[in-house]
């Protein structure tokens, strides 16, 4: 009889705590704000092995660049030896070639932020093209060569596709569509809409990209966007 009074007891203690946390309770879709550092670590993490990764072919399909060990190097197909590129203080991974062959751009992790650089592929010369202290990534030339498409936080810490003009100076860029606000509750990522993958189209009037309008879970779907003004749409996945 002792035990079930003490225990009756608990119960009538507890009760209220449990009501009040149940009360306070918010939904399982509440919006989570996830900043643009988390999203880094979960999307875009450098590779820490001494594998090879981030190919990217030359124009004449003759050789590659890829990023290993920290750094950017060229393997010719009839070679069975890797000529190292670079060989700096960050990590240097995602290399994307110009169509003449002549320069890679890529990006580079120095422990407080994503840079983009050029290198020449001659003289082996860097330079950088961003400065800005953000994230900066997955760059990709245009086919005229004068152009990069990349995704950059530089605009409120989100990942956004920036354009871009090459210059002497570094980059002269835009953000290639206004910021958006969701009206639908994401279960991951922010309520501001994503831009991801940028990818040129071959007559370099148009890009591809991953972004999340209106969509719950995951990274989202693919876009497109004409570059001479015209709407982002949808690309239909049957």
Request: proline share 7%; glycine share 8%.
């Amino acid at each position: 009889m002792i035990r079930l009074t003490r225990s009756l007891l608990l119960v009538c203690m507890l009760l209220p705590a449990a009501m009040s946390f149940a009360a306070e309770r918010k939904p399982v879709l509440s919006q989570i704000k996830v900043p643009h550092d988390y999203y880094f670590r979960e999307m875009y993490l450098p590779q820490l092995t001494s594998g090879p990764s981030s190919l990217a072919w030359m124009p004449d399909s003759k050789a590659m660049v890829y990023s290993m060990q920290g750094s950017l190097w060229l393997q010719r197909l009839d070679s069975n030896r890797a000529q190292q590129l670079t060989n700096g203080p960050g990590y240097d991974y995602q290399p994307d070639v110009s169509p003449d062959g002549s320069t890679a751009v890529f990006a580079r992790y120095d422990g407080n932020a994503l840079e983009l650089y050029m290198l020449d592929l001659a003289s082996g010369s860097v330079r950088a093209l961003t400065n800005d202290g953000n994230v900066n990534l997955e760059p990709r030339f245009a086919p005229d060569g004068k152009r990069l498409a990349w995704v950059s936080t530089r605009r409120n810490g989100r990942f956004h596709v920036y354009i871009g003009a090459l210059t002497e100076q570094g980059l002269e860029s835009a953000p290639m569509l206004q910021e958006r606000v969701s009206r639908t509750p994401r279960y991951y990522y922010g309520e501001v809409d994503h831009e991801l993958s940028p990818s040129w189209s071959p007559d370099g009037k148009s890009l591809l990209y991953v972004s999340n309008p209106e969509i719950i879970y995951g990274s989202g779907a693919i876009w497109r966007r004409d570059l001479d003004g015209g709407e982002a749409r949808p690309v239909r996945i049957e």
